[in-house]
């Protein structure tokens, strides 16, 4: 068993930052592949960044690049998703997701297997 808590959504203006948490407790792994999907009302739920708990680079989807950062507390067993420059199109629930090992499909929600209950994001003036 192995579960996921987001935290550190909010609502801020459009420029304005937030941090989320997602923490893991379980029966986990290092080998562990994460991600951030977001959804957000009549919409499919969307990639939004993925990294190897233990090593690989960020994976960022095109929306976020260069605005958004993966970090990890591993003592804490938390990943952490800084967003800087928020838009309102950033506007979404935002969903920590887990597998065991890694796939290069990592932009699919179906390849991850442990989901988080979510935390919303809401950026507006």
């Known amino acids: 068993q192995v579960q996921l808590v987001e935290s550190g959504g909010g609502s801020v203006q459009p420029g304005g930052s937030l941090r989320l948490s997602c923490a893991v407790s379980?029966?986990?792994?290092?080998?562990?592949?994460m991600a951030w999907f977001r959804q957000s009302p009549g919409k499919e739920r969307e990639f939004v960044a993925a990294?190897?708990?233990?090593?690989?680079?960020?994976r960022l989807a095109d929306s976020v690049s260069g605005r958004f950062t993966l970090s990890k507390d591993r003592d804490k067993n938390t990943l952490l998703m800084q967003m800087n420059n928020l838009k309102s199109e950033d506007t979404a629930t935002y969903y920590c997701?887990?597998?065991?090992?890694?796939?290069?499909?990592?932009?699919?929600?179906?390849?991850?297997?442990?989901w988080g209950q979510g935390t919303q994001v809401t950026v507006s003036s």
């Open positions: 379980g029966r986990t792994s290092s080998n562990f592949g």
């Open positions: 990294v190897r708990w233990v090593g690989g680079s960020t």
């Open positions: 997701a887990a597998r065991e090992g890694w796939s290069t499909a990592y932009y699919l929600t179906s390849s991850f297997t442990y």
